[in-house]
């Protein structure tokens, strides 16, 4: 008998998590994290495009973060930043040169996406482990669902 779960999930999660997934998703996708103070200084110097993605049914929770954290990445000259907004929601700032509002947005949701999968899969892999479960085999597909089978005795 098997079952099949698909996971929507609902990112509420402390920094150090946001942390973690931010960067097992960019080292997938290209992406190399910058110093925070790096990305100042070559702000100043150009006009950038710039596009803002709030990441639906998230928050960032307050026990560890502070208000100037951000976690920064770049790759081909367009820069995302991860941080919390003002309600406590996770938000990612897309900015490039020479790219559109709806490029940078479509990078920003496909970066999105991998971090969002990135947590759920380290949220599900460590409840299994809490519940007593073996993880027999996990498959990456074509589509980059991810498959875990389960053993449950």
Request: charged fraction near 25%; hydrophobic fraction near 40%; aromatic fraction near 4%.
């Amino acid at each position: 008998m098997s079952t099949v779960l698909v996971v929507a999930p609902i990112v509420i999660a402390n920094w150090p998590m946001i942390t973690a997934a931010v960067t097992a998703a960019i080292a997938t996708s290209g992406f190399t994290a910058i110093q925070h103070e790096a990305l100042n200084i070559a702000s100043q110097m150009k006009s950038k495009t710039r596009e803002t993605i709030e990441v639906d049914d998230s928050e960032v929770l307050t026990d560890t973060f502070g208000t100037d954290e951000a976690i920064v990445v770049e790759r081909d000259g367009i820069t995302a930043t991860f941080k919390r907004d003002s309600k406590g929601a996770l938000q990612i700032c897309m900015e490039g040169d020479r790219v559109s509002k709806a490029q940078l947005r479509a990078i920003g949701e496909d970066l999105l996406g991998r971090v969002t999968q990135q947590y759920a899969y380290h949220r599900i892999v460590s409840e299994l482990k809490n519940r007593g479960l073996t993880i027999v085999d996990e498959e990456m597909t074509e589509t980059e669902s991810v498959k875990i089978r389960v053993r449950n005795w």
